[in-house]
């Protein structure tokens, strides 16, 4: 795990997910294997960079098939945007328990803030779209929260946006 100060990278081979927290569990293993195959298209694209928001329900699944897919996909890396320090303080035991291994897991780490405010979230979403050249989501298509602005910023980019809902 690399901790970065230096908050910029390379756009071009690097994909962002973005997905809501709460999804269907009995749709467990579907979006997964809808998510292993928008990693594996992103990546058959040149794209060597994933970035997750860390945030409990898809960026956290998407971080565990990033991970588990090093082996067969070389050159792959995860990156980790954490909003604030201390962002999973109010998860489970069980999400601090995979938050803090993949965290220990990941291959770069950034943390955008000290601590939370009240737009800490939306601008770490901005940070991931600002350093991504395509968006991987899980997006029902609900035109409020954090998944939502997510898409905005991305369409107003033009970054293509593989969704796996």
Known sequence: MTIMNDLKFDRTVSAAFTGHRF?????????????????SEAYDH?????????????????AQLVQSL????????????????????????????VYGRLLELADKVIVLSD???PRCFLDRD?????????LIAYYDGREKGG????IK???ARGIPIINVY
Do not use: H
């Open 153 to 155: 910023k991305a369409r």
């Open 23 to 39: 999804y269907d569990f009995s749709q467990r293993v579907f979006i997964q294997e809808r998510l292993t195959s928008a990693i």
């Open 70 to 97: 090093k082996c067969n996909l070389p050159g792959i890396s995860l990156t980790a945007a954490i909003p604030f320090e201390g962002q999973a303080e109010r998860y489970n035991i069980y999400d601090k328990r």
């Open 126 to 134: 901005e940070f991931m779209v600002e350093n991504a050249s395509y």
């Open 115 to 117: 601590c939370y405010y």
């Open 46 to 62: 040149g794209i060597r960079n994933f970035i997750s928001g860390f945030a409990l329900g898809i960026d956290l699944m998407a």
């Open 147 to 150: 998944t939502y602005y997510t």
